[in-house]
DNA sequence: TTTTGAGTTGTTCGA
DNA sequence: GTCGAACAACTCAAA
């Protein structure tokens, strides 16, 4: 009779059919599954704007999966634990599964959840589908979570190994009674007006067909460049699969058995070190949970930063006069996406050449990256500033002329996201403000007119982070 | 408990 | 143009 009962897949940040642990679990069952995702805007850090488009893409494409398969994907928005209680009661369900999410507050939702329905007679079960490790499992021989990545990688790879990815069903056994969804699109989870994510349109196929396509394109043309080729933000040397993973299109478990079976090499070695930095983030914030929103290094908390909102706003729409982070800042507001050299330039030169806080560059990101991440943009903002457990050194400041000529040497990436300086040649393309009056005027660039004077010199911006980075250390 | 070696991605300066 | 040292000190992780 128990069997009969429905059971509720409450889907999160698992948008995929293919080893998914808690789908997996309902199938077996042989129960008829809900499957459920819950708009929830009130836990943790909201849905920054590209994310929230990006979840319009996948539950698109999820819905149109799991209608395949037989069942109807329920949505719903609302506090979970009142939408979970509703549905149970509507249908009868006997048992909630979901897998496990591993920031502070969410954590802290789905145990009282979890108990909640317990004592209510329902069971209720979560799955790891999001780590490869789970946060507790590894520890330092004295028993502490790891602050620095290097032990942390050699500690992964010499553990056993993640579990093998779990096929996707081929079947699902929907749920025959009825149950209210809303309707996707009031929601209104992409922009309208104005409508900034053309881009975004342009350049993602959100869901977990392209990404397992990522993958494989990945693999065939990339992979054995990748060392080299993944610094070079002009060409298409990374995998791009970062939104996918931080919606949870493609489990680690998936790219990492793929990975382990890819030719060895350098490049295939290099990637799955990425994939464990992954790991790392997430561990960290499991374990320091104030990660996001405070320093790691408590000395932080009294360092000189500026608040110059002129300055933010330069940054936040390109326009500082450095070709390379406007580039960079300019991908992101058109694509929800930042090649990786070019994320360490920018947030370099927000925080050391314009001293403005971190948290002010990770609220941009947040809000403006498709494949948003608490863990790996806190660690990755705490990593640029310096006040991260294993953080660059404070003398470590991107010179973003020397950066774009060494990384960007044809000009390409910045000839195509700052078209205003196309025109010069590559030996002033990355420092216009030197070029001599006759090829800026070839160029048709009018400095401070057709495209800004840098905002800042780097040599006087350099000097002035350095003191206020030396000040924290002596704590004059 | 103490010691030892090491720590994602850089820049500048002077020889 | 190339190369090595200095830029600091601290904390981490394992022996």
């Given at each position: 009779m128990?069997?009969?009962?429905p059971?509720?897949?409450?889907?999160r940040r698992?948008?995929r059919?293919?080893?998914?642990?808690?789908?997996?679990?309902?199938?077996?069952?042989g129960?008829?599954?809900i499957?459920?995702?819950?708009l929830?805007?009130d836990?943790?850090w909201?849905?920054?704007?590209?994310?929230?488009?990006?979840l319009?893409g996948?539950?698109?494409?999820l819905?149109?999966?799991?209608?395949?398969?037989?069942t109807?994907?329920?949505m719903?928005r609302?506090?979970p634990?009142?939408?979970?209680?509703a549905i149970?009661q509507?249908?009868?369900a006997?048992?909630?599964l979901?897998?496990?999410?591993?920031e502070?507050?969410?954590?802290?939702r789905?145990k009282?959840?979890?108990?909640?329905?317990?004592?209510g007679?329902?069971?209720?079960?979560?799955?790891?589908?999001?780590?490869?490790?789970?946060?507790?499992?590894l520890?330092t021989?004295a028993g502490?979570?790891?602050?620095?990545?290097?032990?942390?990688?050699?500690?992964?790879?010499s553990?056993p190994?993640?579990?093998k990815?779990?096929?996707a069903p081929?079947k699902i056994?929907?749920?025959?009674?009825?149950?209210?969804?809303d309707?996707l699109?009031?929601w209104?989870?992409?922009?309208?007006?104005?409508?900034?994510?053309v881009g975004l349109r342009?350049?993602?196929?959100?869901?977990?067909?392209a990404?397992?396509?990522?993958?494989?394109?990945?693999?065939?043309?990339?992979v054995?460049?990748y060392?080299k080729?993944?610094?070079?933000?002009?060409?298409t040397?990374t995998s791009?699969?970062s939104?996918?993973?931080?919606f949870?299109?493609?489990?680690p478990?998936?790219?990492w058995h793929?990975a382990n079976?890819?030719e060895?090499?350098?490049?295939?070695?290099?990637f799955?070190?990425?994939i464990?930095?992954r790991?790392?983030?997430?561990?960290?914030?499991?374990?320091f949970?104030?990660?996001p929103?405070?320093?790691?290094?408590?000395?932080?908390?009294?360092f000189?930063w500026t608040?110059?909102?002129?300055?933010?706003?330069?940054?936040?729409q390109?326009?500082?006069?450095?070709p390379?982070?406007d580039a960079?800042?300019?991908?992101?507001?058109?694509?929800?996406?930042m090649?990786?050299?070019v994320?360490?330039v920018v947030?370099s030169?927000?925080?050391?050449?314009?001293?403005?806080?971190?948290?002010?560059?990770?609220?941009?990101f947040w809000d403006?990256?498709?494949?948003?991440?608490?863990a790996?943009n806190?660690?990755?903002?705490?990593?640029?500033a310096?006040?991260?457990?294993?953080a660059a050194?404070y003398?470590?400041?991107?010179?973003?002329?020397?950066q774009?000529?060494?990384?960007?040497?044809?000009?390409a990436?910045?000839?195509?996201?700052?078209?205003?300086?196309?025109?010069?040649?590559d030996?002033w393309l990355?420092k216009?403000?030197?070029?001599?009056?006759?090829?800026l005027?070839?160029?048709?660039v009018?400095l401070g007119?057709?495209?800004?004077?840098?905002i800042?010199?780097?040599?006087?911006?350099?000097?002035?982070?350095?003191?206020a980075?030396?000040?924290?250390?002596?704590g004059?």
């Amino acid at each position: 009779m128990t069997s009969d009962a429905p059971v509720i897949v409450w889907l999160r940040r698992d948008l995929r059919i293919a080893d998914n642990p808690a789908l997996q679990a309902a199938v077996a069952r042989g129960a008829p599954v809900i499957p459920l995702f819950i708009l929830d805007e009130d836990t943790g850090w909201p849905l920054g704007g590209a994310a929230r488009w990006w979840l319009n893409g996948s539950l698109t494409a999820l819905a149109a999966k799991l209608a395949k398969l037989g069942t109807t994907l329920i949505m719903r928005r609302g506090a979970p634990d009142k939408v979970l209680r509703a549905i149970v009661q509507e249908t009868g369900a006997a048992t909630v599964l979901w897998n496990r999410c591993y920031e502070p507050a969410v954590i802290a939702r789905d145990k009282a959840i979890k108990s909640d329905l317990q004592k209510g007679g329902i069971s209720a079960e979560s799955f790891n589908g999001a780590l490869l490790f789970e946060p507790w499992e590894l520890k330092t021989q004295a028993g502490n979570p790891f602050k620095v990545f290097t032990p942390f990688w050699r500690t992964a790879v010499s553990a056993p190994a993640p579990r093998k990815p779990l096929p996707a069903p081929k079947k699902i056994h929907g749920y025959g009674g009825k149950v209210t969804s809303d309707v996707l699109t009031s929601w209104k989870l992409p922009p309208v007006k104005p409508d900034w994510a053309v881009g975004l349109r342009d350049t993602w196929i959100p869901g977990e067909a392209a990404a397992q396509d990522h993958v494989d394109k990945f693999h065939e043309e990339t992979v054995t460049e990748y060392v080299k080729s993944r610094d070079i933000p002009g060409e298409t040397g990374t995998s791009r699969l970062s939104p996918y993973l931080a919606f949870g299109e493609i489990s680690p478990h998936q790219v990492w058995h793929q990975a382990n079976h890819w030719e060895p090499g350098a490049g295939q070695a290099g990637f799955m070190r990425q994939i464990i930095w992954r790991e790392f983030s997430a561990h960290l914030l499991y374990h320091f949970p104030q990660m996001p929103e405070a320093p790691l290094r408590p000395a932080f908390a009294d360092f000189p930063w500026t608040r110059d909102k002129k300055a933010l706003r330069a940054w936040q729409q390109g326009h500082t006069g450095y070709p390379i982070v406007d580039a960079g800042m300019r991908q992101l507001w058109h694509t929800g996406w930042m090649h990786n050299r070019v994320r360490m330039v920018v947030a370099s030169f927000l925080v050391k050449h314009l001293l403005l806080p971190w948290r002010t560059g990770e609220d941009w990101f947040w809000d403006t990256l498709v494949d948003a991440d608490l863990a790996n943009n806190a660690a990755n903002w705490q990593w640029v500033a310096g006040c991260g457990t294993d953080a660059a050194p404070y003398f470590r400041v991107f010179n973003p002329v020397l950066q774009g000529e060494k990384f960007d040497g044809d000009g390409a990436y910045v000839r195509r996201w700052v078209p205003e300086i196309a025109g010069l040649p590559d030996a002033w393309l990355h420092k216009p403000w030197e070029a001599p009056d006759m090829e800026l005027k070839k160029a048709g660039v009018v400095l401070g007119k057709t495209y800004p004077a840098p905002i800042v010199d780097h040599k006087t911006a350099r000097i002035r982070a350095l003191a206020a980075f030396k000040k924290i250390r002596t704590g004059d």
